[in-house]
């Protein structure tokens, strides 16, 4: 199996043409692979260490240091801030995986107590968040540029009611439309137990401003992430490579088949992106679609970087 560097930011990565982040995710040839989420987690301790050094120290700040900041630590975080990943949602992605489990380690006697804190580390799961979130922005400017675009896309027609639409690369329909649901409550029985249950029957019929903004760019980056799988399918099946095993970003087949299969994977990235500028696709279907007057309400595009990208052809971890 081969499986992409960080695939979202790959994709935004080529879309905005920037070349920093093409860099971090291995879409440009270096003698070693690059780590993305090692970089971050570096710029995170940066961060911390100014935090503990200040008079007085943030509390969370040694803590942090102490227990050590990595690449796993931050590889969620990382990996979802493509898909629009909040510094709300990644502290509730740092409970989930860090502080929760060291909590169960207390409560299983391996640790004497909480390394974050009595309070199971909530509040330096909320410290990392914030840091992790501003590295990560500050490294990928272009790609934060392009999800806020298509966030504003989506609001502009959310405001007359429509949902944002466009064509893939692959010619099918993509709509990032959302409505509220209409709730229900309802009568269930458990056992011999009548028990309350809220149910969803059916949609309003306004466009959730909020949910289609937040759904935008990981919809969007998932639709192009398809149109690379089955353009890389079909490509291998014109030259006869049928054994495919695939999963999102994860691309497999048979090990006589790996070198040919691998190139073909870089040249269907290049052929998805080179040929068609998919945010300003984006733009004139939204411009298509909304009213004159609110026309007003549309984003520019953001400048494009310098990734050449037939760089990625020769790039030898793009896909590893």
């Keep these: 199996s081969f ?15 920037d070349a920093k982040t093409a860099s971090l995710v291995n879409l440009t040839k270096t003698e070693l692979p690059q780590d ?11 961060l911390v260490v100014k935090d503990a050094e200040d008079t007085p120290p943030h509390a969370s700040a040694g803590l942090a240091l102490k227990h050590g900041i990595d690449r796993k630590m931050v590889k969620r975080n990382v990996m979802t801030y493509s898909y629009s990943s909040k510094k709300f949602g990644m502290a509730q992605q740092l409970t989930e995986d860090l502080m929760r489990p ?17 309070d199971d580390g909530r509040p330096a799961a909320k410290y990392l968040a914030g840091h992790i979130y501003d590295a990560i922005e500050q490294l990928v400017t272009l790609p934060a540029q392009a999800m806020v675009m298509l966030q504003k896309c989506a609001r502009a027609l959310a405001h007359e009611g429509k949902p ?18 209409v ?12 028990v309350r249950a809220t149910v969803a029957e059916g949609n309003e019929k306004e466009i959730d401003k909020g949910k289609s903004a937040n ?20 490509a291998c099946v014109s030259e006869n490579i049928t054994q495919l095993a695939t999963v999102h970003d994860s691309f ?6 790996a070198t040919r299969f691998n190139q073909i994977i870089r040249e269907q ?20 679609d909304l009213t004159l007057p609110n026309q007003q309400r549309l984003p520019i595009a953001p400048e494009y970087g310098t990734l050449d990208l037939k760089e990625v052809i020769h790039a030898d971890f793009a896909f590893a």
């Excluded at 993305?36 to 940066?46: G, L, M, P």
Aim: aromatic share 8%; charged share 15%; with cysteine.
């Design 3 to 17: 499986d992409g560097s960080c695939s979202g930011l790959q994709h935004l990565a080529a879309m905005t043409r």
């Design 36 to 46: 993305v989420y090692q970089t971050v987690a570096d710029n995170v301790t940066s």
């Design 102 to 118: 060291l909590a169960f380690d207390v409560l299983s006697g391996k640790l004497d107590e909480h390394p974050f804190g009595a």
């Design 164 to 181: 944002l639409t466009w064509t893939t690369p692959l010619g099918l329909p993509w709509i990032n439309r959302y409505h509220a649901p």
């Design 183 to 194: 709730l229900k409550r309802v009568g269930l029985w458990l056992r011999d137990t009548r």
């Design 215 to 234: 759904g935008v760019a990981p919809n969007f980056v998932h639709a192009l992430d398809a149109a690379h799988l089955l353009m890389t399918t079909n």
């Design 252 to 257: 497999g087949c048979l090990a006589p088949q």
């Design 269 to 288: 990235f290049v052929e998805l992106y080179g040929k068609r500028d998919v945010l300003n696709e984006v733009l004139v279907s939204a411009r298509h």
